[in-house]
Nanobody, 115 residues
Framework: VQLQASGGGSVQSGGSLRLSCLAS???????MGWYRQLPGTQRELVAT???????NYADSVKGRFAISRDNARNLVFLQMNSLKPEDTAVYFC???????????WGPGTLVTVSS
């Protein structure tokens, strides 16, 4: 399974960005999600979504971010609104292959929010 993310970049505080991630090489992708990490810190959950559409968000992004997915194409999206400087991080796409019980990570995409 390979994950390819796009959509990162630089934006001013209050702006919006949309991240996309394509999972290729599997027809049994279950949970998908986004995590983020700053240098020297642990990777943290941003949001996850099951094939059923059930979502889970970190408290820090609730009401500002929205995760969605296209099951047919193994795509996951993260719409980020009202961005804050503290949202600055490298964002990683994550996918879980439910057939093999394996977790996969994308290479990361940088999001920079300036004040």
């Amino acid at each position: 399974v390979q994950l390819q993310a796009s959509g990162g970049g630089s934006v001013q505080s209050g702006g919006s960005l949309r991240l996309s991630c394509l999972a290729s090489g599997s027809s049994t992708i279950g949970s998908m999600g986004w995590y983020r990490q700053l240098p020297g810190t642990q990777r943290e959950l941003v949001a996850t979504i099951l094939r059923s559409g059930t979502t889970n968000y970190a408290d820090s992004v609730k009401g500002r971010f929205a995760i969605s997915r296209d099951n047919a194409r193994n795509l996951v999206f993260l719409q980020m609104n009202s961005l804050k400087p503290e949202d600055t991080a490298v964002y990683f796409c994550n996918a879980f292959d439910s057939r093999w019980g394996m977790q996969y990570w994308g290479p990361g995409t940088l999001v920079t929010v300036s004040s």
